[in-house]
């Protein structure tokens, strides 16, 4: 999979997007322009990235979502690790625990995330 990555003022105006998607690209313009203090050339160059990338998709001045903020962050975990650790989740929990201790709910959530994902994933 190709890297999808933002920058900081990518990752706001997705945001924008993200909360209030389906929207007109007028509406978007004058979001970004009470947000960010945008001129509407800059909130069509952005969003036009945006296209580019697969993260949204504009068709008669509608600008919707292709890939939702969890998955987009999903996606960005999962380079993470495959580009840090070579894709080995073991390798990266050691690494974050080593300075961050999970608290005792850390560890229950993740004991109830690894159960249903082998109810879900026999094999």
Known sequence: MN???LGLVEARFAD???ERAPLTTKELVALCEAELNWKRTT???VLKKLCERGIFHTEN???TVLITREEFYAIQSEQFVDNTFCGSLPAFIA???TRKKPSAKDLEDIKRMIAAFEENHHD
């Open 61 to 63: 001045s509608t600008v």
């Open 3 to 5: 890297e999808i990555k």
């Open 16 to 18: 924008i997007v993200w």
């Open 95 to 97: 690494a974050f625990t």
């Open 43 to 45: 909130t069509y160059t």
